[in-house]
């Protein structure tokens, strides 16, 4: 067994005395944040975070309804940043699968939509808290202090660098390599991505199963090799903003510098996909005759739009499912290794792409 990581390791690692360390661990003030950030990734480096904190052990079963277990509940934290809330069409959905799963055994639930990491534990008692499931994006300071606090914890869609916790995610990459090769093969191989890269870790993997695709449809043909990277680098990785309104302009800039029209676009999400849409026909560009366009979602919106799109299936209320078994598992196995748990999902195949397959299944 690999011998703990103390604090004074790390202070020797990085020159520092250990009442720095610790300060910096802490969460309290005395550092400044240059030091605090050292001090951090050193920890994260050197396996610091990986160590089991001081855990809530949960020893009966957490399904049980007696009055002492009901008097617990899971706590989840849904910071409202990004339009990560409960009335989003998609973290709403998660949220569902979350309260479905929690009420069916019996477990109650709170909400917090806390953004301060400074206010977070004086919000939390953690005596009547069974664990805690994040939604969405999480600062790594609000991870810390929930660590502090021994709070098992499971994530839904987001992972951290520095603090490795359980995490719930669809089967990103794979989804979108699997779109990817399907346009290539029946003829759409101009085919860019639209979405900011650097959003989400679950667009940054969409974004890694196009390229891998592109790169392996091309490479299989020698003399079409030249052609890869035009395309990629001709995608738009840096767009900003979360609704449709948002993207508008950007799109109508970026279409505006293209010298060639691509055969089709993968875009990160439905609400992008959407906006590009929309610009689309405004130039008169016809989808899907003259190029397919694909989200990732499958938000209501996607198939009520005039013209209904293709799309890939995300389980919402199956995320939220999986991460209370995951969290009350975790309750029971404090010593398990971390988890990375991926949901399958479906491609929905629909008017915004020329794609004609037996195998499709058109959805309204």
């Known amino acids: 067994m690999a011998k703990k990581v103390t604090m004074q390791q790390i202070a020797n690692y990085l020159g520092v005395s250990k009442f720095v360390v610790s300060k910096a661990l802490s969460g309290k003030g005395g550092v400044s944040e240059a030091t605090k950030e050292r001090v951090l990734d050193a920890a994260a480096q050197l396996g610091y975070f990986a160590q089991r904190p001081v855990s809530k052990q949960i020893k009966s079963d957490p399904r049980r309804t007696d009055s002492s277990s009901s008097k617990q509940s899971v706590l989840v934290l849904m910071p409202n940043i990004r339009f ?149 680098e001709r995608s738009l990785l840096t767009l900003e903003g ?46 899907p005759e003259q190029l397919s366009i694909t989200g990732f979602d499958n938000i209501e919106d996607s198939y009520t739009n005039e013209l209904p799109l293709t799309t890939v299936h995300v389980p919402k209320e199956m995320l939220g499912k999986k991460a209370v078994e995951r969290l009350l598992n975790r309750l029971q196995h404090q010593d398990e290794p971390i988890v990375k748990l991926l949901v399958k999902s479906e491609i929905i195949y629909r008017e915004s792409t020329s794609l004609k397959l037996d195998t499709a299944k058109m959805h309204q």
């Open 84 to 232: 990560q809330t409960k009335e989003s069409l998609y973290w709403g959905r998660i949220l569902d699968g979350i309260s479905a799963e929690l009420q069916k055994r019996d477990i109650g639930m709170a909400i917090l939509s806390e953004q301060n990491a400074e206010r977070l534990t004086g919000l939390i008692n953690p005596d009547g808290i069974m664990g805690m499931i994040g939604v969405g994006e999480i600062s790594s300071a609000m991870l810390l202090d929930i660590r502090r606090l021994g709070i098992s914890m499971v994530l839904v869609d987001h992972e951290d660098d520095l603090i490795p916790l359980d995490s719930i995610f669809v089967d990103n990459f794979e989804a979108v390599h699997r779109l990817t090769k399907q346009l290539l093969t029946t003829g759409r191989e101009d085919i860019a991505f639209l979405g900011n890269i650097h959003f989400s870790r679950s667009f940054y993997d969409r974004y890694l199963g196009y390229r891998a695709a592109v790169e392996a449809h091309y490479y299989a043909k020698p003399e079409h090799r030249a052609q890869i990277y035009p395309w990629l």
């Open 242 to 287: 979360y609704e449709r309104a948002h993207f508008t302009e950007q799109i109508k800039q970026w279409l505006i510098q293209l010298k060639q029209l691509p055969t089709a676009i993968i875009c990160a999400n439905d609400t992008i996909a959407l906006s590009l849409m929309d610009v689309l026909k405004e130039r008169g560009i016809d989808v």
